[in-house]
């Protein structure tokens, strides 16, 4: 299966801007899905196909995704944006979907 | 709107069954796939199954394979996880979430969630 690998924590201050990564073999050759799972609630997508944002989605949230490393950035980091994200991908060749371990987001 | 809700979790002894059901409304089962995902205690997001829009085609993770069935009934707009010989290692929360396929497929709407607890 295509494994993707995300950093288990990333922990940055209000205002700042955190960067959640997602590798993997040529990842920049596929589509990149990210979510945001909250405390006790559902995912929520918030990044489909690279970079763009479905609605209700503030622009604070951009991705982007080449060569191995896919990227989640989140600007103006709020006490609110805490939560587990997961970056998701599609194996083509299994049609299944794979996701990353997930990255804890901590706001200091 | 568009609305997913998971139902029939609850505690199942290791061997036993269960059957989850997602009542889908806002949208028609026939026009979407949808994918059962289940999160494990102190674990992430795994993908298990899903059902075509036509119905035709299914899909497991090797992790559930032969174990669950994914199932659907278009007159309830509803599918179905058909889970048999349970491990305690499938103790987790299940999600049903519907599933976009104009390119590469992600998961644009989820369920709430329901709870499967594996013990004796």
């Known amino acids: 299966s295509y494994v993707l690998t995300q950093p288990p924590s990333v922990s940055v201050a209000p205002g700042q801007t955190a960067r959640m990564t997602c590798g993997g073999n040529?990842?920049?050759?596929?589509?990149v899905h990210w979510y945001q799972q909250k405390s006790g609630q559902a995912p929520v997508l918030v990044v489909y196909?690279?970079?763009d944002r479905p609605s209700g989605i503030p622009e604070r949230f951009s991705g982007s995704n080449s060569d191995n490393t896919a990227t989640l950035a989140i600007s103006r980091v709020e006490a609110g944006d805490e939560a587990d994200y997961y970056c998701?991908?599609?194996?083509?060749?299994?049609?299944?979907?794979?996701f990353g371990g997930g990255t804890k987001l901590t706001v200091l | 709107q568009v609305q997913l809700v998971e139902s029939g979790g609850g505690l199942v002894k290791p061997g036993g069954s269960l059957r989850l059901s997602c009542a889908v409304s806002g949208f028609s089962i026939t026009d979407y796939y949808i994918s059962w995902i289940r999160r494990a205690p102190g674990k992430g997001l795994e993908w298990l199954s899903y059902i075509s829009s036509s119905g035709t085609d299914t899909n497991h993770a090797d992790s559930v394979k032969g174990r669950f069935t994914i199932s659907r009934d278009t007159a309830k707009n509803s599918v179905y996880l058909q889970m048999n010989s349970l491990r305690a290692e499938d103790m987790a929360v299940y999600y049903c979430?519907?599933?976009?396929?104009?390119?590469?497929?992600?998961?644009?709407?989820w369920g709430q969630g329901t709870l499967v607890t594996v013990s004796s």
């Open positions: 040529n990842i920049g050759g596929k589509s």
């Open positions: 196909e690279d970079s």
């Open positions: 979430a519907r599933e976009r396929r104009l390119g590469s497929p992600y998961l644009d709407n």
């Open positions: 998701q991908v599609w194996d083509r060749s299994r049609d299944r979907l794979e």
